[in-house]
């Protein structure tokens, strides 16, 4: 359990550095010097910044994947499931772990682990899919193609990371919940008539 | 005007292959390779990398402020113009220039570029936020937090690039439409009822 807290304390704050100034920008010597542990003790976790980055790949997946099952479980009609997935992801990675930011440095990725990534996201956005076809079926989405829904919602919500500072007037909680909730018009056949003016001031 | 149709053959070929394989894993010696230019022509329009990069950023935000002045002009509601802007903004991005998959590495631009980048997206940004808060004034939009609106237009809008390509069973015509109604229900205050159900074969 040690080792996992401390392979977890690695994760967060190389995520972060990268976040900041670049995954190409940022050298593994620098990351273990601004945490005070020696070369030695990083590389016996993460052996390069490859291994870095596909554990990032490998820990956004399992939020998603946990965000689904949950909403899963909470949701009444297929679009609240669609609703709940977004909001739970949404506040996993602002909160916890801005890991999104490194979405787009597949490339960098050695190739087998470019594949499983590849193959894992085919499945999420599988699931995701079934989510809005399930919606149309049950009267509580509009009929779309569902794979345009699932590229958009996905690319406004990773997308996020990008702008979204917890140094900002908006919390976590704040932003999930009313990202949602304009991104749940989009597909809703009963589109609320008013979202939240301020996000800033949203309970 | 030959230097200029040179420039922009190199341009897009440059970003071509950036796309495919990535920013940091493509060398302008590998461009050049390529073209069948050799190194000398490649190194007269774009002295390194960064120079080629700052040009794409530059192309990405002539586009994007090219399609606002276009929809200011034809649209009539500050809505329809929000759609305009989306519509002629993501035709151009995925048809001509698939400049956005470079959006995520403003880290790599020189620091003055980079500065330059960040006014003239802020001032963008700006623009769209406007239109945002005119439509609510004008009826056409929902009450809401336009800031948040906008990073989630943009956010889908930029993903676009990452997964749409032109040898896939979509036009870059159909997919700006289809994006743009199904983006525009997020906010419109009079959301239509149903989308296009297959956008490959949407007219």
Request: with cysteine.
């Amino acid at each position: 359990m040690q080792r996992e807290l401390k392979r977890e304390a690695l994760l967060r704050a190389a995520v972060s550095a990268f976040s900041r100034q670049g995954f190409h920008q940022t050298s593994l010597d620098e990351i273990a010097r601004k945490l005070g542990v020696t070369k030695a003790a990083l590389y016996y976790y993460f052996p390069n910044k490859n291994a870095l980055l596909a554990a990032c790949f490998d820990r956004a997946m399992s939020v998603a994947n946990e965000s689904l099952a949950q909403a899963r479980n909470e949701g009444g009609n297929s679009r609240e499931k669609l609703q709940l997935f977004l909001r739970h992801y949404l506040e996993a990675v602002t909160d916890e772990f801005g890991v999104s930011v490194l979405l787009t440095e597949e490339h960098s990725l050695d190739e087998q682990d470019r594949k499983k990534l590849f193959e894992e996201r085919d499945k999420l956005e599988g699931h995701i899919r079934n989510l809005v076809r399930e919606g149309i079926k049950d009267g509580s989405i509009v009929e779309c193609d569902p794979k345009l829904a699932v590229f958009l919602l996905l690319g406004a919500v990773n997308w996020i990371p990008k702008w979204f500072s917890q140094k900002g007037s908006w919390t976590s909680h704040q932003l999930a919940r009313a990202a949602t909730d304009m991104l749940d018009r989009m597909l809703s056949t009963n589109p609320c008539a008013e979202l939240v003016i301020d996000v800033g001031k949203a309970p």
